[in-house]
């Protein structure tokens, strides 16, 4: 799926950033493995359509380069961000701030989720697939948030952890409703 280079690749410029992924490392591993990868792709795919195809390729030159895709209706550009993820994490949203606050590393997950985010928010056609991958980054830094919460949940009131674990309640019978 091409949402996932591109969610990959700012996971990728993340890792660059911050040192933890070496210049050298990824020319030596990752540029090959993908030109592996892409090459295997079109081999398969070009033997299943019978003719030489990048299909992938082909759905970004088409939605995204000649910006076909609002063909297939339209929505706002905050869509994603006022529609789309408060009902795809239900309660645990309002515990990503926390999340943040309490782990600076989870920022490694929020800034490449966010940019992804904001980047499909510029394509006018919406659709809660092209951004479903976000979701375990924004759920790990919730998670985060609930940990500190259950870690130090004999230093605050019960009222929090007891909060905490009722707003996972609500969410997971809201998943069961949704499905």
């Not at 993908?34 to 939605?63: A, C, H, Q």
């Not at 920022?107 to 659709?127: D, N, R």
Request: with cysteine; proline share 6%.
């Amino acid at each position: 799926r091409f949402e996932l280079v591109v969610l990959f690749g700012l996971i990728l410029m993340m890792e660059l950033v911050s040192g933890r992924l070496k210049i050298i490392q990824f020319l030596f591993h990752v540029i090959p493995a993908g030109m592996l990868w892409l090459s295997l792709t079109i081999v398969v795919d070009s033997l299943f359509w019978k003719r030489w195809v990048w299909p992938e390729g082909e759905v970004f030159w088409y939605n995204t380069i000649l910006n076909k895709s609002s063909e297939w209706g339209t929505s706002p550009i905050w869509w994603y961000f006022t529609s789309a993820l408060p009902r795809s994490l239900l309660l645990p949203l309002f515990m990503i701030p926390w999340g943040i606050y309490t782990d600076r590393r989870t920022m490694t997950f929020l800034i490449p989720a966010i940019g992804f985010v904001s980047m499909y928010s510029l394509l006018p056609h919406k659709e809660l697939r092209f951004i479903i991958y976000t979701i375990p980054l924004f759920n790990t830094i919730a998670a985060t948030g609930y940990s500190q919460i259950w870690k130090n949940r004999y230093k605050c009131p019960l009222v929090i952890p007891a909060g905490a674990i009722c707003s996972l309640l609500v969410t997971w019978g809201l998943s069961l409703v949704f499905l």
